[in-house]
Nanobody, 131 residues
């Protein structure tokens, strides 16, 4: 059975850093797009970052560019989201997701992640940034 397990969330002060991990079991990330989405209380889910199976193609939402990075360790079947210079508005539940299709699509305001093609979701990990 396929599972995605996120870890690394927690409470951090403004300006701090966290590294989230997404580990897959029951399948590998080969030929899949792996992404991080987040959902803050009262807000819609937002696509944050995505990485292709080769690790060469990455996407970062404008709201996190320059602060977040996404990487993969294929040997460990794990994808990481490195988050630096955290802000209170980064507070959210962060979800890992995979798709057999391209997650990055052209939206009305530029490139974005299309959650309608997600095949599997993790259960999420909470990140809280305190002011």
């Amino acid at each position: 059975e396929a599972h995605l397990v996120e870890s690394g969330g927690g409470l951090v002060q403004v300006g701090g850093s966290l590294r989230l991990s997404c580990a897959a079991s029951g399948f590998t990330f080969d030929d899949l797009d792996v992404a991080w989405f987040r959902q803050a209380p009262g807000r819609e889910r937002e696509g944050v970052a995505c990485i292709g199976s080769s690790g060469d193609n990455t996407f970062l939402a404008q709201s996190v560019k320059g602060r977040f990075s996404i990487s993969t360790n294929n040997a460990k079947n794990t994808v990481y989201l490195e988050m630096n210079s955290l802000k209170p508005e980064d507070t959210a539940v962060y979800y890992c997701a995979v798709s057999e299709d391209d997650l990055v699509v052209a939206g009305p305001t530029g490139l974005e992640l299309d959650e309608s093609v997600v095949n599997y979701w993790g259960k999420g990990t909470l990140v809280t940034v305190s002011a």
